[in-house]
Nanobody, 123 residues
C-alpha cells in the first residue's frame, strides 16, 4: 500500500519561503505521476502542479515564478515543492498525491494521497 508523507509546512510572513517534501513508501508499483494540491478553508481543492516520472511538470498559473518542483533523483519517489514569495492567499492545507498512471490519465483521480501539511502565510 502506497504511503505518502508530507513535511515542511509552517507559518511564515508574506514574502517568505517554505519547502514542502513528499516521500512515498510501501510501493507495490512504480509511480508515474506525483503532484501537489492545496485546499483553503471554504474552497475546493486545487491542483498546484504535477510532475511525470521523467521530470516534465506543469504548474498552475497563479504560482508560476514563485513555486518550483524538484525531484530527488537519488530517491526517485520524493517530490519537493519550493515556495518563494509566499502570499496570504497561498494559505491552505497542501497535499501530495501519486499515481501509477501517467499524469494525463491520473489527473482528477489520483490513487494515493497524503494527510496534508498546513501552510499559513500572514500579511
Amino acid at each position: 500500500q502506497v504511503q505518502l508523507v508530507e513535511s515542511g509546512g509552517g507559518s511564515v510572513q508574506a514574502g517568505g519561503s517554505l519547502r514542502l517534501t513528499c516521500t512515498a513508501s510501501g510501493l507495490p508499483y512504480v509511480l508515474q505521476c506525483l503532484g501537489w494540491f492545496r485546499q483553503a478553508p471554504g474552497k475546493e481543492r486545487e491542483e498546484v502542479g504535477i510532475m511525470e516520472r521523467d521530470g516534465r511538470a506543469t504548474i498552475v498559473e497563479s504560482v508560476k515564478g514563485r513555486f518550483t518542483f524538484s525531484k530527488d533523483y537519488r530517491q526517485k519517489n520524493t517530490l519537493s515543492l519550493q515556495m518563494n514569495s509566499l502570499k496570504p492567499e497561498d494559505t491552505a492545507m497542501y497535499y501530495c498525491a501519486a499515481d501509477r498512471r501517467r499524469c494525463a490519465q491520473a489527473r482528477g483521480r489520483f490513487d494515493s494521497w497524503g494527510q496534508g501539511t498546513q501552510v499559513s502565510v500572514s500579511s
